[in-house]
Protein backbone atom coordinates (compact mmCIF):
# COMPACT_ATOMS: atom_id res chain seq x y z
CA UNK A 1 0.00 0.00 0.00
CA UNK A 2 1.17 3.38 -0.83
CA UNK A 3 -0.66 6.58 0.95
CA UNK A 4 -0.77 10.01 -1.19
CA UNK A 5 -1.30 13.40 0.31
CA UNK A 6 -1.65 16.10 -1.60
CA UNK A 7 -1.75 19.76 -0.39
CA UNK A 8 -1.00 23.45 -2.40
CA UNK A 9 -4.31 23.56 -4.26
CA UNK A 10 -6.33 27.04 -3.75
CA UNK A 11 -7.91 29.94 -5.89
CA UNK A 12 -5.57 32.19 -7.55
CA UNK A 13 -6.68 34.47 -10.34
CA UNK A 14 -6.13 34.30 -14.21
CA UNK A 15 -2.61 34.45 -14.98
CA UNK A 16 -1.08 33.78 -11.82
CA UNK A 17 0.98 30.03 -10.22
CA UNK A 18 -0.03 27.60 -8.18
CA UNK A 19 2.54 24.94 -6.63
CA UNK A 20 0.73 21.14 -5.94
CA UNK A 21 2.71 18.42 -3.49
CA UNK A 22 2.18 15.31 -3.09
CA UNK A 23 3.81 13.09 -0.52
CA UNK A 24 4.11 9.04 -0.56
CA UNK A 25 4.70 6.85 2.08
CA UNK A 26 7.13 5.15 0.12
CA UNK A 27 8.93 4.79 -3.22
CA UNK A 28 6.93 4.47 -6.34
CA UNK A 29 8.10 4.16 -9.93
CA UNK A 30 6.28 6.49 -11.38
CA UNK A 31 4.22 9.74 -9.70
CA UNK A 32 1.84 11.77 -11.92
CA UNK A 33 -1.23 14.24 -11.75
CA UNK A 34 -4.42 13.96 -13.06
CA UNK A 35 -7.13 16.38 -13.20
CA UNK A 36 -10.96 16.11 -13.72
CA UNK A 37 -13.19 19.14 -14.15
CA UNK A 38 -16.95 18.61 -13.53
CA UNK A 39 -18.62 17.05 -15.88
CA UNK A 40 -15.57 15.92 -17.44
CA UNK A 41 -13.49 12.80 -17.59
CA UNK A 42 -10.46 12.53 -15.42
CA UNK A 43 -7.18 13.11 -17.74
CA UNK A 44 -3.62 13.05 -17.39
CA UNK A 45 -1.61 16.25 -17.02
CA UNK A 46 1.56 15.26 -16.30
CA UNK A 47 4.07 12.01 -15.14
CA UNK A 48 7.42 11.14 -14.69
CA UNK A 49 9.23 8.32 -13.10
CA UNK A 50 12.12 8.19 -10.59
CA UNK A 51 14.81 8.37 -13.13
CA UNK A 52 13.37 11.21 -14.53
CA UNK A 53 13.95 9.47 -17.65
CA UNK A 54 10.82 9.46 -19.10
CA UNK A 55 8.63 12.58 -18.58
CA UNK A 56 5.44 13.65 -20.12
CA UNK A 57 2.47 16.66 -20.22
CA UNK A 58 -0.86 16.87 -21.67
CA UNK A 59 -0.71 19.28 -24.41
CA UNK A 60 -2.57 21.73 -22.60
CA UNK A 61 -0.12 22.35 -19.70
CA UNK A 62 3.00 22.32 -22.25
CA UNK A 63 5.16 25.34 -21.10
CA UNK A 64 2.85 25.95 -18.64
CA UNK A 65 3.38 23.06 -15.89
CA UNK A 66 6.32 21.70 -14.87
CA UNK A 67 6.36 18.49 -12.85
CA UNK A 68 9.59 17.44 -10.51
CA UNK A 69 10.52 14.39 -7.71
CA UNK A 70 12.44 14.38 -4.73
CA UNK A 71 13.12 10.61 -4.44
CA UNK A 72 14.40 10.77 -0.97
CA UNK A 73 11.68 12.47 0.45
CA UNK A 74 9.23 10.90 -1.51
CA UNK A 75 7.45 13.73 -2.88
CA UNK A 76 6.17 15.03 -6.85
CA UNK A 77 5.42 18.30 -7.08
CA UNK A 78 3.53 20.03 -9.98
CA UNK A 79 4.56 24.18 -10.52
CA UNK A 80 1.27 25.69 -12.49
CA UNK A 81 2.30 29.05 -14.17
CA UNK A 82 -0.08 31.29 -16.63
CA UNK A 83 -3.36 29.51 -15.09
CA UNK A 84 -6.41 29.80 -16.97
CA UNK A 85 -9.74 29.68 -16.11
CA UNK A 86 -10.16 25.60 -17.98
CA UNK A 87 -7.39 24.46 -15.36
CA UNK A 88 -9.86 24.76 -12.80
CA UNK A 89 -10.41 20.90 -11.41
CA UNK A 90 -9.58 18.76 -9.05
CA UNK A 91 -6.15 17.41 -9.10
CA UNK A 92 -5.21 13.98 -7.97
CA UNK A 93 -1.91 12.31 -7.38
CA UNK A 94 -1.12 9.32 -8.30
CA UNK A 95 1.44 6.86 -7.66
CA UNK A 96 2.55 3.21 -9.60
CA UNK A 97 4.94 1.13 -7.68
CA UNK A 98 7.21 -1.42 -9.22
CA UNK A 99 4.50 -4.10 -9.14
CA UNK A 100 2.73 -2.20 -11.22
CA UNK A 101 -0.16 -1.29 -8.97
CA UNK A 102 -1.63 2.33 -8.74
CA UNK A 103 -2.46 4.53 -5.87
CA UNK A 104 -4.58 7.41 -6.04
CA UNK A 105 -4.54 10.56 -3.23
CA UNK A 106 -7.77 12.09 -2.19
CA UNK A 107 -7.59 15.50 -4.49
CA UNK A 108 -6.86 18.64 -3.98
CA UNK A 109 -9.00 21.26 -5.90
CA UNK A 110 -8.06 24.16 -7.65
CA UNK A 111 -10.14 27.36 -8.88
CA UNK A 112 -8.59 29.91 -11.48
CA UNK A 113 -11.05 32.68 -11.13
CA UNK A 114 -11.21 36.42 -11.12
Known amino acids: QVQLVESGGGLVQPGGSLRLSCAAS?????MSWYRQAPGKERELVAS????????NYADSVKGRFTISRDNVKNTVSLQMNSLKPDDTAVYFC??????????WGQGTQVTVSS
Open 94 to 103: HARDLAGLGY
Open 26 to 30: RFTFR
Open 48 to 55: MTSTGGST
